[in-house]
DNA sequence: ACCTGAACACCGTTCAAGT
DNA sequence: ACCTGAACACCGTTCAAGT
């Protein structure tokens, strides 16, 4: 709680105050308590202050969810053959995403993927696939399949929670080894080559 | 539009009307239109009217969502083999989704797949893996993941609308064969038998 | 440029009261 | 039992005005 200012004093809002804050909010509350409204007083301005920095929530959120991108695990490009490079890609983004399990079905309901951080893992894909034999437009299916795979079994573990307020459970390890076996026969059926 | 009833008059609603009156506002105007409000003026009476035919806006969602899984077609068991009747089945499916592109993503920000429909579906399912070699523990997995996969596709194609108030695009071909390849890649990884 | 006050146009839901 | 009137506690966003 930062002190309370006097009038005509200036509140010293940027971008990235909001952006921490909407994450402290995510992070103590859940996705619900992410409003615009909510945001405001925990950042203790008026809600329309908000929109000196931030153009609406939509795009707020988006950059909340690309940002969580940056947190996946890319493999060695040297130590690693192209299919567990692949695997364990796919299995930490999975992982990422589960740490934030309320954001993940906006990126379903939403836009997907299209920030940098999505772009910069779709290109790495896309090169593992190259190595692991697939290429053209296969790669280009399978690229789809595999995000979709994994944003959608991420969202399935994020069930709602079931009295409105909950928080977040625990990673439940019978649904991370049935995204491992489901990962397994994907790559087993796309022919990715070790 | 009914005659405008006069003060004293009942207006007949029940839980049947409710629901067809949200699915009307749903086909005309998008999900977004779908709010207790919007649903009260479509059907000419007051909001709180609704709330002695359905417990609450998400208890109307849910049964939107598996009524709609009612016209998933279900394969011949005596005329396609296991592996063909399976494809068909998650193919109807995605098909039946795409046709409700914006309610797809309630699905799994929601409860996925809890209702009596859904349910029978995943028993037809586990018969047809069941014929085609796939029991147990891997079968179980292997629904999981099927599921998934599937939902997880409809809701790709279900962006969001880039301006709000956009209808559905039409179903995108390119999209449905890359569901098609991925959904034989899985086919192929589970070891389902012809 | 950055922020406030006030307002607009909405939400879901509840409660007391009428028939 | 079914419905209305009125209210509660919220939303996102815009606009004019102040510093």
Chains 1, 2 share one sequence.
């Not at 105050?17 to 909010?25: D, I, P, Y």
């Not at 493999?75 to 995403?97: E, F, I, K, N």
């Amino acid at each position: 709680m930062p002190p309370p200012r006097r009038p005509g004093q200036r509140a010293g809002l940027t971008r990235a105050r909001v952006l921490t804050g909407a994450n402290e909010l995510l992070a103590e509350h859940g996705v619900e308590s992410v409003t615009m409204r909510g945001l405001a007083k925990h950042l203790e301005v008026t809600p329309n202050a908000l929109y000196s920095h931030v153009t609406s929530k939509t795009a707020l959120l988006d950059e909340m969810l690309d940002d969580l991108l940056a947190k996946v695990q890319t493999p060695d490009p040297q130590a690693d053959d192209p299919r567990t490079g692949l695997h364990q890609l796919m299995s930490s983004t999975y992982h990422v995403l589960l740490t934030h399990q309320d954001l993940v079905p906006l990126y379903l309901a939403r836009q997907g993927a299209r920030g940098h951080n999505a772009q910069h893992l779709g290109e790495i894909m896309i090169s593992l696939l190259a190595r692991g034999g697939v290429t053209g437009q296969p790669a280009r299916e399978a690229l789809r399949v595999l995000i979709v795979y994994t944003i959608g079994f991420a969202a399935f573990a994020a069930r709602g929670p079931l009295v409105p307020g909950d928080r977040p459970q625990p990673p439940n390890q019978e649904l991370i080894a049935n995204f491992d076996s489901g990962l397994h026969w994907l790559l087993t059926g796309i022919g990715v080559t070790k």
